[in-house]
């Protein structure tokens, strides 16, 4: 269908014959523009002789078929009702009870089948719910049984027990009677769907899974049987007590022909951008089935093979701490892990399918631990690998900063390791469980810059081969950092020191309050060649009192010219700040035509010194590191050695000093006798030169 939408999708006389009539209606709603209409004309039963009562709808259906959307609006005309739908086509999902049970105690189980494009089959019940196939259990029939048996009895399906499969048990209350229920996933089945119990249900349907979060009521047990098999796909369930059971399950095929176009798509996009040059992680992208580790999102959203994650989990305060990352970027990471066949890689931070494209590129004989501290996200990730896995990769609970069990590191380390979150520092574990010669790719704080980068371990060295710009969720373990922020002028702007060491700030506001003192550095960005990201880093890697100053009012508003929600590197004095921005100098038509330079800007009696000193750092990296005519800029060589490693034992650099590492930074054209630490103190900040 056409990728952007409707303004007026109608459907004349067909409902009556659509058999999932819920997914299609939704589907479709997800297609309209904002404000669009669906409009559905169809016969009336009342109207329509018994005998062909099949093509019409009586006003039950049609009291459905208006549910959760915003506005409904119903014209009758020569027996047919028009329905023009408007807004949201969905009702948030709801966890609903029956009437209350009979008998001291309940014992039932839940079949959980899926079609040949991996939809979930769930029944309108004359409850005015959707439920799952099952019920109790009969005599000294097992779970499994039982569930294939009700199978059977309320949809015409059949399946054999040897292919039901109990995942997990729900123990729970119904109107205080104690309920215990088995998840059977049932991974094969024939037959054709019927409704054999038309007084119990209304009919069957097939429902995509990134639809069970706007369904209308669920039968709660159904509810919670669902977010068993595939956590994350009903939100705000009521809590409930789980017993996993690994069961020896094989993966469940099954995708509609759109993922595989979709998958394609993405693939190409990340190939064409450079980022997957090798075979292997090609054919890792055109074949691991990204949209079942994701199953709560549509198929475009799990597909976009641009610069989109999918959030699979967020704190409390919102912000995200479990996702899938962009594609292109965990290409471009798997690729600098430089894997050989039957590679054992480490990975820390979870999710299922980064893990199974590493073994798809590792082929049949690697495998890949990957480790999680959170136990949601590790359940979440075993029973997709479960459901859509290779059967190559182990999900760990555990602080991923203590590496993996001693059990699962195999003889002279793992050949690889991969890091799926913001590393403020580099965990010893890492390193200790790393293959001489290995590699080690993570996302890492610098200034609070984050790049991907690409380590190899010599010793106890490693040293850096690669660096890419990214950003990831953040650290939850034993390794998370608290950065130091200050805020200044009523909250309009806050000072992050992100070396994790506060300067004395006494008088900074005072300053602020002050003139401004500016200067031009000469040094002219366009929009296609800027490389601020190179930058950034090399100052916040060379400047002493490096800090990043950040503004949350509209910059006519405020004294600094920042805009509203950014942050500009700094550098901190004594009641003196100084600051870097770009001011547009050319304007244009064409984005080429535009032009920037780069400015300094200052408070405070050191105000002056500071600038000059931040102008010079700009010089500097235009001299030396930006992007030459073929857009290459020169990273730096970097290494990180253990904490406790002496300065004497240390290479030229400037040295920025992490809990468990110290790495050592030598930018091209800086002439640094070994070794000095880049300090982060005010007084330091105007004593030493650049």
């Not at 009586?58 to 409904?72: H, N, P, Q």
């Not at 009758?76 to 969905?90: M, N, S």
């Not at 965990?427 to 190899?456: C, D, H, K, S």
Request: charged share 25%; aromatic share 6%.
């Amino acid at each position: 269908m056409h990728e952007e939408g409707y303004d007026l999708i109608v459907m004349r006389l067909v409902y009556p014959f659509m058999r999932d009539r819920g997914r299609v209606l939704h589907g479709l709603g997800e297609r309209l523009r904002v404000g669009g209409a669906l409009v559905v004309i169809t016969p009336l039963a009342d109207d329509t002789p018994e005998e062909r009562r099949a093509i019409a709808l009586d006003e039950g259906e049609i009291a459905l078929l208006g549910g959760g959307w915003e506005a409904v609006e119903r014209l009758d005309a020569d027996g047919l009702a028009f329905l023009v739908l408007r807004g949201p086509c969905h009702t948030d999902t709801r966890a609903v009870e029956r009437p209350p049970a009979t008998g001291h105690a309940l014992t039932g189980a839940l079949a959980v089948v899926t079609d040949d494009a991996g939809r979930v089959l769930l029944g309108r019940s004359r409850r005015g719910m959707l439920e799952l196939p099952g019920g109790k259990t009969s005599g000294p029939e097992d779970f499994a049984a039982a569930a294939v048996r009700e199978l059977a009895e309320e949809t015409g399906l059949v399946a054999d027990p040897r292919d039901a499969h109990v995942v997990t048990m729900l123990a729970d209350d119904s109107h205080g009677v104690p309920r215990l229920t088995a998840v059977v996933r049932i991974t094969a089945w024939t037959g054709t769907l019927a409704n054999p119990e038309p007084k119990l249900f209304d009919r069957w349907e097939f429902f995509e899974l990134h639809s069970l979060a706007c369904v209308g009521d669920v039968f709660a047990p159904a509810a919670l049987a669902l977010e068993a098999v595939w956590p994350g796909v009903i939100p705000g369930l009521p809590p409930v007590t789980s017993y996993p059971i690994a069961a020896d399950q094989p993966p469940v095929p099954g995708e509609p022909a759109e993922a595989a176009r979709l998958r394609a798509s993405m693939a190409q996009t990340v190939i064409d951008g450079g980022w997957a040059p090798s075979e292997p992680v090609q054919g890792a992208l055109r074949t691991v089935p990204r949209h079942r580790f994701a199953p709560e999102v549509d198929l475009a959203t799990a597909y976009d093979g641009g610069d989109r994650a999918v959030v699979t989990r967020y704190d409390r305060a919102g912000a995200a701490i479990s996702s899938v990352s962009a594609a292109w970027l965990q290409a471009d990471m798997i690729e600098h892990l430089g894997l050989e066949p039957g590679a054992v890689v480490f990975e820390a931070g979870s999710g299922g399918y980064n893990a199974e494209l590493i073994a798809h590129v590792a082929g049949p004989g690697g495998r890949v631990v990957t480790v999680d501290i959170d136990p949601w996200v590790v359940r979440r990730t075993r029973r997709f690998l479960t459901e859509a896995g290779s059967g190559r990769v182990t999900a760990v609970e555990a602080d991923a900063a203590l590496g993996a069990p001693a059990h699962l590191v195999p003889r002279g380390g793992f050949d690889a390791g991969l890091i799926t979150y913001n590393c403020w520092d580099i965990a010893p574990a890492w390193r200790e469980q790393l293959a001489e010669g290995g590699r080690l790719v993570l996302p890492l704080e610098m200034g609070g810059y984050t790049r991907a980068v690409t380590f190899e371990r010599h010793g106890e060295i490693l040293h850096a081969r690669h660096f890419t710009c990214c950003g990831f969720v953040r650290d939850q373990g034993r390794q998370a950092r608290t950065i130091p922020v200050l805020s200044l002028l009523d909250g309009g702007l806050t000072l992050r020191f992100e070396h994790g060491t506060a300067a004395d700030t006494t008088g900074l506001e005072e300053a602020l309050r002050g003139p401004r003192h500016e200067v031009a550095t000469g040094i002219i960005m366009d929009s296609t060649r800027s490389y601020f990201g190179s930058l950034q880093l090399y100052a916040a890697t060379t400047l002493p009192g490096f800090c990043r100053l950040a503004a949350h009012q509209d910059p006519d508003e405020a004294v600094t010219g920042i805009a509203k929600d950014r942050d500009a590197p700094a550098v901190v004095g004594e009641a003196s700040l100084a600051y870097l921005i770009h001011v547009q100098t050319k304007d244009g038509d064409r984005p080429q035509d535009k032009e920037w330079e780069w400015t300094v800007h200052a408070f405070g009696r050191q105000g002056p010194e500071l600038a000059e000193r931040l102008t010079a750092t700009v010089r500097a990296w235009d001299r030396h590191v930006r992007a030459d005519d073929n857009d290459q800029h020169t990273d730096p060589v970097l290494t990180a050695h253990p904490a406790g490693t002496p300065d004497g034992r240390l290479p030229a650099g400037d040295v920025l000093d992490k809990e468990h590492c110290r790495l050592v930074f030598r930018w091209p054209g800086r002439d640094v006798p070994p070794p000095r630490p880049v300090e982060h103190s005010a007084a330091d900040a105007v004593t030493e030169g650049v």
